[in-house]
């Protein structure tokens, strides 16, 4: 039917635009609703559930806390840095 339409729109029937949009919005309107219904269709079929992975098995000796590594102190040498002035910028003359 819009065939038959563009056919007379591209003749020069200035009437037969609006009746090719007319039909095209119907065509629109028909999709639309089939769209909907697929949507119901998809929405009404049950999901499968899925198998739960069982926990990771975790061996007795691995969770047993080890003792903390004793920590020493070390004496530290210390180095005299001779200290520095601070510079400033110097700032270009123009």
Do not use: C, F, H, Y
């Amino acid at each position: 039917m819009v065939k038959a339409e563009l056919g007379d729109l591209d003749n020069g029937k200035k009437s037969a635009g609006p009746r090719a949009r007319k039909s095209l919005q119907s065509v629109k309107a028909v999709s639309q609703k089939l769209r909907g219904d697929i949507i119901q269709k998809q929405k009404s079929i049950p999901t499968k559930t899925r198998v739960r992975k069982a926990p990771p098995v975790v061996d007795i000796e691995d969770m047993l806390v080890e003792e903390p590594p004793v920590l020493e102190r070390q004496e530290t040498v210390s180095v005299e840095e001779p200290v520095k002035k601070p510079t400033r910028k110097r700032v270009a003359k123009k």
